[in-house]
Every structure is written in C-alpha cells, then in structure tokens.
C-alpha cells in the first residue's frame, strides 16, 4: 500500500508539473495580453510530435530533439501570434474563440499527418532509481527535475531582470509601462512566445514517457487553466503548486475512487476555488 | 416592421412550408430538420450571450441532460413523450437555477462564467458518461419511440420538417417578443453595463438568472426534439464541442439579432453535407470559418449584410 501511494503521489506530481508549465504559459499569457490561450494544448501536442520526429525519424539525440522541438514550438507561437493572437489582444471573448478555432485546424492538420495510431518514442535514459525502497524510474525523476528549474528559472527571471519587473509593470497598469518606454506590443509578442515554447517543452518531454495521440493536448489544457485558476491568475510559483495539488490530487484520488472521478477533482476545485477565493491559493505571492 | 420586411417574412414563411411539396429529396429535408433544430439552439443560447453578454457553457448540458430526461420520464413515469419533454425542461429549469443562482450571486463574469458554466456541463457530462446503470454510459441509448401530435405519429421526414419548423418559429416568435419587452431592456442594460444597471434599480442578478434559465429551458425542449429526431442519445450530446459549435454558429450568424443565429446554423449545418469532406477537413474548415469571422466580420453574416444596406440606404 505504502508503494503504491509512493507511486501515485510521485506520478501525480510529475503529471502536476506537466500541468504546471502549461499552467505557467496561461497565467503568462492572461497577465500580459488578457486572453486565455486554449490553444496552448496544441502547442504542447505539437512539441510532443516535433520531439517525437527529431528522435524516431531524424534521429537526433534525445535532448537536442527537445531543443528542436522547443525551437518548432515558439517559431509557430511567433506566426499565430503575429497571424492571429495579435488581433485579439484584451478581448477575451474573440480570443477564447480564435484559439478554439486553432484547436479545430491543428488538431485536425496533426491528425491528417500522423493519424490516430498512437506513437512512441524509443525509450529514452532507460532504468530506474533505487530509492529507500521505493523505486524511480529516471526519465520520470529527469522530467520532473527539468520542469522544476524551468519554473523557478522562469520566476527567477521575473523578479530579477529588466524584462522581468516591465512584465510586471505592464501586467499591472499598461499605459504607465509604456510612458516608462516599455516596448508593449514586443513584450506581448515576446510572452506569448514564451507560453507557446514552455508548452512544447512540456509536450516534448511528455513524449518522452506518454505514448502520443493528436488530442493529448486538449485534456491537459483544461486541466492547466484548472491548476492555473486554482493558484491565482497571475502567480508564477503558484502554477507550479497548482498543477502539483491537482496532479496528486488525481494520482492518490484514483487509489480511493473509481477511476472515473479523475477528471472531477479539478472541476470541483475550479468552482470552489472561484466561489469562495476568486484570488486563488497564492493571491499576492507573485 | 415596415411593408416591405413584413412582405418578405410572409414570402419566406410561405416558401419555407411549401418546401416538402416541391422538393422530395430526403437528403436536403433532414439537413433543413437538423438546420432549424440547431438554429432553435443557436437562437437560445443567443438570448444569454447575445443579448444578456453571459457567455454560458452550459447549454450542451441543457440539451443533452433534456434528451436523457425525456427518455428517463417516459420509461419510469409511463408518461407520453410531450409530458416526458416538458418534465424534462422543467428538471433543466431547476438545474439552470442552481447553477445561475451560483454564478450570478458570486458575480461570476465574462471568461469566470464561462469557465464555471464549463465545469457543471462537464460534471454533467462525467455523470452521464460513468452512470451505466441508468445512461447505458458510452453506447448511448437507441430510442425506438416517436412523438404522437393531434392524432399523427411524426415518424418521417416530412412531418419531422414541419414540427421542427413550428418550433423554431415559436422560439423565434418567445424570443424576439422577450427581447422586445421591458425584460430585453433589462438584459441589453445587463450587457451594455451591470453595475450601472444596478445603480438604475434593475435587479441584475433576477435578469441574468431569467436569461439563462429561459435559454436553457429551449435548449432542453431542442434536446428533447433533437434525441428523438435522431433516435438515440449519447454522452457526447453534452460535450465541449457541442457549445462550441452553438457559439460558432451564433458568431458566423450574428449576435445582435433574433434571427441571425438561424444563418449561422443553417450554414453550418448545410455546408459539412453539400461538400463531401473527410472529418478532418471538416473540422480544419470548422475551424477556419470561426477565425475568419471573428478577424475578418466580427459581426456576424446577418450583422455585416445588414450595415451595408443601411449604408446603402443612407446615402
């Protein structure tokens, strides 16, 4: 039982980070350009797919194929955003919608190309960790451990650099930002990016322990915009742990409970959280 | 209305019933049934985000949960299948009121209401999907009967034109008269600025919850209709992707009026059929029409037309 609980919280807490850069990319993208990016779950389906062909096809090494893949993923932020995104800026209907219909095209577009036939990456970094009698498995130990120093990379950034504290300028009055010589249409551009390329990092290093379908992305963004709501829009370490508490959520949930209430928990936290702490979890800990 | 609108609606609602007389394809009459069923939804769910400004998710919960309860009633009750859909519409009015008292008295807005609107459609959706016992879970039910109305078993093609035409008319008819009245003041007061409405002495939170109890309570008469239409129900009646495309509809259509939605939904509806597509296609062309609309003509068809008569007419 100790095992098993030991598996489901650390599995849940690896699927928690998954969720959290995901989330990171739609706190990001609220904060700065006031839409929410349902699209960003196709972003991470496309980085998955891109690291799933730079390694099976062109035969990279793994981590360069992750690099590539990265690169893939922020090059098509950089034309939607410029294509479409830019169009919608502050209107949050429009761009709800806009996204939505991006998910229609490019889940489609990848299911053309790759069809439904699940796809798997060659094992990547094989073996596992023996661990106080627990046992690891180091891709998954790997994941986690890069996923984390993204975000705190990503806070550190925040808080320390120039570009860091304009983000924050802007997020909090635009105009004054721009009066301070804040370049505001480069810095939505730059942060939109940004979410799309921390998506197909996410999804490139999904691919590495998760067989890929063209739809894997759409779960995994309700459940991002889920833990991002849960932690408080706007809160960067607070995605991390917002992914976190409902990855584990789901993970020890489903000792306990049908299977079938796995998608129920972020849902009920949703509501909840909105009802009763509209600021979420991390209010004012940016 | 001037002479000249009301001589074209008559032209209209006359060419529209004599239809079945001159065009005997089977084909292009159960693509009209599925149009104005899906207008009948477009249509409501245009009274909460058109007029009211609520962008509501919950409508494919309306409609789906409506089919399950119709069938539900008719099988545990004994009841006949138009007591079944008015029991039925009731039971989604209910759900409507829990739900909207919960949105509006936390004063849930704009991207938060939809989201919350979206986890009760999807809490409904698990419900139905994992409750085998009473959904038959992913196979869905096969629905064997049909409606009876003053005598005649509406069983074919024509008859099915000619009650889901009636009832799109009534929608448009409650409607438009809704719209019209003190209540659509209310809403368009609602939309335009809620806070400056509750300064004026409008009960916003009454309104918003009428809106969207009204407009769920259509969407569940539509389910019902559309089920037994249909002949069997399925979990999926109650996806993400049946709001979404209700959205779409009303965007391509138009949201500023009563009737636009109707373009919309014939469009959309029409177009998968009379252009032979692979379901992807489909999907990617689905996909290209919302972002087209929404950069390219945010007001819709019917909305665009409509400006450019108007300049027309000015000048």
Known sequence: ?286 | MRFQNRFLFFALAVALLALPLGVKSDVVLTILVFSWLQGMLAVSFNLIFGFTGQLTMFHAAAFGIAGYATHLSMQHLGVGYWTGTVLAALFVSVLSIIVGTICFRFRLKEFYFAIVTLAFSEMARLTVLNWNSVTNGTLGINLQEKPWLFGFKVNDTVSWYYLSLVALAVTLLVCSRLVHSWMGRCFSAIRLNDELGDTLGINVFRYKLAAFVAGNFIAAVTGSLYAYYLGSLEPGFLSIDQSLGIVAMVLLGGRSSVFAPVVGAVLLTALPHLIHFSAEVRSIVYGSILILTILVMPQGIYGSIAALLRKRHAS
């Not at chain 1, 599995?11 to 989330?23: D, K, P």
């Not at chain 1, 035969?59 to 590539?68: D, E, K, M, R």
């Not at chain 1, 759409?218 to 409902?246: C, H, N, Q, R, T």
Request: charged fraction near 10%.
């Open chain 1, 1 to 286: 039982m100790g095992q098993l609980i030991f598996g489901q919280l650390l599995n849940g807490a690896i699927i928690g980070t998954l969720y959290g850069i995901i989330a990171l990319g739609v706190t990001l993208t609220f904060g700065i350009t006031g839409i929410v990016n349902f699209a960003l779950g196709v972003f991470m389906m496309l980085g998955a797919y891109a690291a799933w062909y730079f390694t099976d096809t062109a035969g990279l090494p793994y981590p360069i194929a992750v690099l590539c893949a990265v690169g893939v993923t922020a090059l098509a932020g950089l034309v939607a955003d410029q294509a479409l995104f830019r169009f919608t800026r502050n209107n949050l209907v429009n761009g709800l919608l806009v996204s939505i219909g991006m998910i229609a095209v490019l889940e489609a577009t990848a299911l053309l190309i790759f069809t439904a036939t699940p796809k798997e990456l060659h094992r990547v970094m094989p073996g596992v960790i023996q661990f106080m009698g627990f046992v690891l498995p180091k891709m998954k130990l790997t994941v986690f451990l890069v996923l984390l120093a993204v975000i705190f990379g990503t806070y550190a950034a925040l808080t320390r650099t120039w570009i860091g504290r304009a983000a924050y300028a802007y997020a909090q009055n635009p105009e004054a930002a721009e009066l301070m010589g804040v370049r505001t249409a480069r810095l939505q551009t730059g942060v939109v990016v940004y979410s799309t390329a921390l998506a197909g990092l996410g999804g490139a290093l999904y691919a590495s322990l998760y067989s890929l379908e063209p739809t894997l992305g759409s779960l995994f963004v309700l459940k991002a915009v889920e833990a991002a709501i849960l932690a408080g829009i706007g809160s960067v370490i607070g995605s991390l742990f917002g992914g976190v508490i409902l990855g584990v959520t789901e993970g020890v949930g489903s000792i306990y409970l049908p299977l079938a209430f796995r998608d129920v928990y972020g849902l009920v936290f949703l509501v909840a959280i909105l009802l009763f702490m509209p600021a979420g979890l991390f209010a004012g800990r940016k």
